[in-house]
């Protein structure tokens, strides 16, 4: 990549565009070059620095300010040595054309470090950005607060508990099961997901997921300050990438399947009542329309209460249930928040 001249300003006598080079007094008044406001030119006004060899950023005289090259021992200005003399500081590297020709206005005073014009230009965004970043600290706050806050309330639930005494008021039971029938069912998925007894499959390609693909690059000229009164240009390039879909094949297929149409249930009440399953009549056969007998379920229940009137249902094993008979105490366990009684530890009162 060539190198170029920085520019600078004459501060005493107001003349402009200076090469940093070049130019380390102002060939109009003498002044000394100040390596503190050199600046990048304008695109169009780039001077290239012919045969360049870089030998390091540039020291600035304590004597008298001027700037040295690197490899000088004695001050060009006033013959002082640099021995211990500082390097001058650099500009922050620049996208070409952005900060170009800008600099301090001449004869105002030294406001520090130089300010970059993004740097004021983008403030207002910068503020919003800051919004925005307290305003998702403080959603992210609220929701680790409800969080922590639902997590005590159902360990207080689990642990916080107090013991109850519980009269048996009665019981009830159910037994029900499911009548299935052999019907079409009408499924879709990936090809590869479909069963073996899958008939009129119509098969299509339906997009599954999608894959980076690199698509060229985007670059962009960046000026680099040197230090020494040059500035080099350098090219830095990101990749650029697109979205593809990766396709599959996706199959629609009508298949035999056992689905629940019907649910038969016998109830009863009271301990004396004997649990039964419900009638059921099914087919034998295995083809389509024909039924047969699906899950069956049995719940036992019985009903409790406490000494104040409160009540309380558990769905018990059968074996356990007919041992409460109506009447009998019993103690138990219930969360102090919601009142809710512990069906797994009922013991008979001593
Ligand atoms: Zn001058
Ligand atoms: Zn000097």
Same mark, same amino acid.
């Given at each position: 990549?060539?190198?170029?001249?920085?520019?600078?300003?004459?501060?005493?006598?107001?003349?402009?565009?200076?090469?940093?080079?070049?130019?380390?007094?102002?060939?109009?008044?003498?002044?000394?070059?100040?390596?503190?406001?050199?600046?990048?030119?304008?695109?169009?006004?780039?001077?290239?620095?012919?045969?360049?060899?870089?030998?390091?950023?540039?020291?600035?005289?304590?004597?008298?300010?001027?700037?040295?090259?690197?490899?000088?021992?004695?001050?060009?200005?006033?013959?002082?040595?640099?021995?211990?003399?500082?390097?001058?500081?650099?500009?922050?590297?620049?996208?070409?054309?952005?900060?170009?020709?800008?600099?301090?206005?001449?004869?105002?005073?030294?406001?520090?470090?130089?300010?970059?014009?993004?740097?004021?230009?983008?403030?207002?965004?910068?503020?919003?950005?800051?919004?925005?970043?307290?305003?998702?600290?403080?959603?992210?706050?609220?929701?680790?607060?409800?969080?922590?806050?639902?997590?005590?309330?159902?360990?207080? =639930?689990?642990?916080?508990?107090?013991?109850?005494?519980?009269?048996?008021?009665?019981?009830?039971?159910?037994?029900?099961?499911?009548?299935?029938?052999?019907?079409?069912? =009408?499924?879709?998925?990936?090809?590869?997901?479909?069963?073996?007894?899958?008939? =009129?499959?119509?098969?299509?390609?339906?997009?599954?997921?999608?894959?980076?693909?690199?698509?060229?690059?985007?670059?962009?000229?960046? =000026?680099?300050?040197?230090?020494?009164?040059?500035?080099?240009?350098?090219?830095?390039?990101?990749?650029?990438?697109?979205?593809?879909?990766?396709?599959?094949?996706?199959?629609?297929?009508?298949?035999?399947?056992?689905?629940?149409?019907?649910?038969?249930?016998?109830?009863?009440?009271?301990?004396?009542?004997?649990?039964?399953?419900?009638?059921?009549?099914?087919?034998?056969?295995?083809?389509?329309?024909?039924?047969?007998?699906?899950?069956?379920?049995?719940?036992?229940?019985?009903?409790?209460?406490?000494?104040?009137?409160?009540?309380?249902?558990?769905?018990?094993?059968?074996?356990?249930?007919?041992?409460?008979?109506?009447?009998?105490?019993?103690?138990?366990?219930?969360?102090?928040?919601?009142?809710?009684?512990?069906?797994?530890?009922?013991?008979?009162?001593?």
């Amino acid at each position: 990549m060539p190198t170029y001249e920085m520019f600078w300003d004459c501060d005493r006598c107001g003349t402009e565009k200076l090469l940093g080079k070049t130019h380390r007094h102002c060939p109009n008044c003498g002044a000394p070059q100040d390596p503190g406001r050199r600046y990048f030119p304008p695109e169009e006004e780039k001077v290239a620095v012919e045969d360049h060899k870089y030998v390091g950023a540039d020291r600035r005289c304590v004597s008298c300010d001027t700037p040295n090259s690197a490899a000088a021992e004695f001050c060009t200005n006033c013959g002082n040595a640099l021995e211990g003399a500082g390097s001058v500081s650099m500009k922050a590297e620049v996208e070409a054309g952005m900060q170009s020709g800008t600099r301090k206005p001449a004869k105002a005073p030294d406001p520090g470090p130089a300010k970059k014009p993004e740097a004021s230009g983008g403030s207002g965004a910068g503020a919003a950005a800051a919004g925005m970043g307290l305003f998702g600290m403080g959603c992210l706050g609220l929701v680790a607060v409800v969080f922590v806050g639902f997590l005590i309330v159902c360990l207080l =639930n689990l642990f916080w508990t107090e013991s109850a005494d519980l009269t048996v008021k009665g019981h009830t039971w159910t037994r029900s099961i499911e009548l299935e029938k052999l019907s079409v069912s =009408n499924e879709s998925d990936w090809c590869n997901e479909m069963p073996a007894n899958a008939k =009129n499959v119509k098969r299509t390609e339906k997009k599954k997921s999608s894959k980076k693909v690199k698509d060229g690059e985007d670059c962009k000229t960046k =000026n680099v300050d040197q230090g020494d009164g040059t500035f080099k240009t350098k090219k830095e390039c990101t990749p650029r990438y697109r979205e593809e879909p990766v396709m599959a094949a996706w199959c629609s297929w009508e298949a035999e399947k056992w689905k629940t149409f019907d649910t038969k249930k016998s109830t009863g009440t009271g301990l004396d009542s004997k649990p039964e399953w419900p009638k059921v009549s099914v087919d034998t056969c295995q083809t389509l329309g024909c039924s047969r007998q699906g899950e069956k379920k049995e719940v036992y229940t019985v009903e409790l209460a406490e000494a104040d009137g409160s009540k309380h249902t558990c769905d018990l094993k059968e074996p356990k249930w007919r041992t409460m008979a109506v009447g009998s105490k019993w103690t138990g366990t219930k969360a102090v928040l919601t009142g809710g009684l512990k069906c797994t530890d009922l013991e008979p009162a001593k």
